[in-house]
């Protein structure tokens, strides 16, 4: 596994993308946006060995 700088925009965007998540459902909301399956992620690390 590489390792990801806590400065990094991804890691960012997505911590950001979890605290906006997680205000939204204590407000009452539910969760937008796009979420990959399982698969969709495993294909991903798949990917990333070749």
């Known amino acids: 596994m590489r ?8 890691y960012r965007r997505a911590l ?3 605290l ?3 205000a ?3 407000a009452g909301r539910a969760p ?7 698969a969709e992620v495993q294909a991903l690390s798949r990917d ?3």
């Open 3 to 10: 390792r990801v700088s806590l400065g990094s925009l991804l």
């Open 16 to 18: 950001g993308a979890a």
């Open 20 to 22: 906006e998540t997680v």
């Open 24 to 26: 939204g459902i204590r």
């Open 32 to 38: 937008g946006g796009s979420v990959p399956t399982y």
């Open 48 to 50: 990333a060995g070749a």
